[in-house]
């Protein structure tokens, strides 16, 4: 029996297939997609000029793509990772890297925060490159 999604699962997961396009559009190589350990997830691991990439997608739905702004007070999704995040996310990435034999490669942590406009089937993607874990 196959469970349903809901619908916090599925806007997450049309913020990755969106993050996919959008690195892929700026160059990135998409390794993996979803890297599970108990201990924590990676949603996408990308490559691009010799540098790995393990990047947390952060989605939110929102009724108007114009109403996303930087002000100091609005919501933005990458506000959840958290310092607890970051260190089930390190320990992942290390697990990858000796899982793969990688570690001895140059890698960064980088988020992407992803607006989605569900009525009008669009979406504005906010790319933080190179956080420190």
């Known amino acids: 029996m196959t469970k349903s999604k809901t619908a916090k699962q599925k806007v997450g997961e049309i913020g990755e297939n969106v993050a996919c396009r959008f690195l892929v559009k700026q160059g990135f190589e998409i390794i993996e997609r979803n890297y599970w350990k108990k201990w924590g997830e990676i949603d996408v691991i990308a490559k691009k000029e010799g540098i790995l990439h ?4 952060k989605t939110v ?3 108007n ?3 996303v702004t ?3 007070d609005a919501y933005k999704p990458e506000d959840n990772v ?3 995040k970051l260190k089930r996310l390190s320990r992942t990435i290390q697990t ?7 570690d001895d490669t140059d890698w960064q942590f980088d ?6 406009d569900m009525a009008n089937r669009k979406a504005k993607v906010s790319f933080l490159e190179d956080i420190v874990i």
Do not use: G, Q, T
């Open 65 to 67: 793509l114009d109403s």
């Open 61 to 63: 739905s929102c009724e």
């Open 96 to 102: 990858y890297l000796l899982e793969k034999e990688n």
């Open 111 to 116: 988020v992407l925060a992803i607006y989605l």
């Open 54 to 57: 393990f990047i947390e997608v």
């Open 82 to 84: 958290h310092p607890w």
């Open 70 to 72: 930087r002000e100091i």
